[in-house]
């Protein structure tokens, strides 16, 4: 079988497989594309962290540079990879997933891309000279790969609460709850910038007690103008008259 034929030109690649049709890989920016959202929103398993405004948050706030690798196969998207360069006196140029992110994993059309999207991130890391890269949140994809470290995520079906789903939960879980109503807390939902701030003092007492610096508030202030103002978002709030 002779190898792929490569064609490269400053950024972009294309890379005839012969096996299927040919893929295009660059590097993007979501600020680069006043359509970005609609147009990566046909991959499945879309989330707002791969959406444009998110993208701008945590670039502009920090810094980073933008570096979606995507795939295209006839002018269709089939491979987005949420990275950004991270330049660091302390730890180098590297490679990451979206900072300051639970999760953003990797978008493919078909999950048997993702050899041809490790050998082209590992052909661009070495070109690169970055020290590392990472991606964060791998489990949907088919072919295994060894983590460097191992993270564990949650999720909670919040339209199946009832009496038997708080009968699943644990017993200091459901005291804490039972706790709860009985000292009459009020939960709030709101999108103003009061209770953003609100929000942060306790972020930074949280942050305090456990010995970690907070984040700068012009983080969350730019998450509010970017994503909770446009209801793309929410504060939840809980209080107590006591």
């Not at 600020?31 to 990566?40: A, E, L, V």
């Amino acid at each position: 079988m002779p190898p792929p034929e490569i064609q490269h030109s400053d950024d972009t690649r294309s890379e005839v497989l012969p096996d299927g049709p040919e893929i295009k890989w660059s590097f993007q920016s979501p600020s680069d594309r006043d359509d970005w959202d609609d147009w990566t929103q046909s991959l499945s398993d879309w989330t707002v962290f791969h959406g444009r405004d998110w993208a701008q948050v945590i670039s502009r706030v920090f810094r980073f540079k933008c570096r979606y690798l995507v795939g295209t196969r006839r002018g269709r998207l089939d491979v987005l990879v949420p990275l950004m360069e991270v330049n660091s006196w302390i730890t180098g140029r590297r490679i990451v997933g979206i900072p300051f992110t639970d999760e953003c994993p990797p978008l493919l059309r078909d999950a048997k891309d993702w050899s041809l999207i490790r050998q082209e991130l590992s052909r661009r890391t070495q070109s690169a000279n970055w020290r590392y890269l990472e991606i964060k949140g791998l489990a949907h994809v088919v072919e295994p790969s060894a983590p460097s470290l191992r993270y564990e995520g949650h999720r909670l079906d919040l339209t199946a609460i009832n009496d038997d789903w708080l009968r699943t939960c644990s017993g200091s879980h459901r005291r804490l709850i039972r706790k709860a109503e009985k000292h009459d807390i009020k939960v709030t939902v709101s999108t103003s910038e009061t209770d953003v701030r609100t929000f942060y003092d306790l972020f930074c007492q949280t942050r305090r007690k456990h010995g970690a610096p907070p984040q700068p508030y012009k983080l969350f202030e730019s998450i509010h103008r970017r994503l909770i103002s446009q209801n793309k978002g929410w504060i939840f709030t809980a209080h107590c008259d006591e």
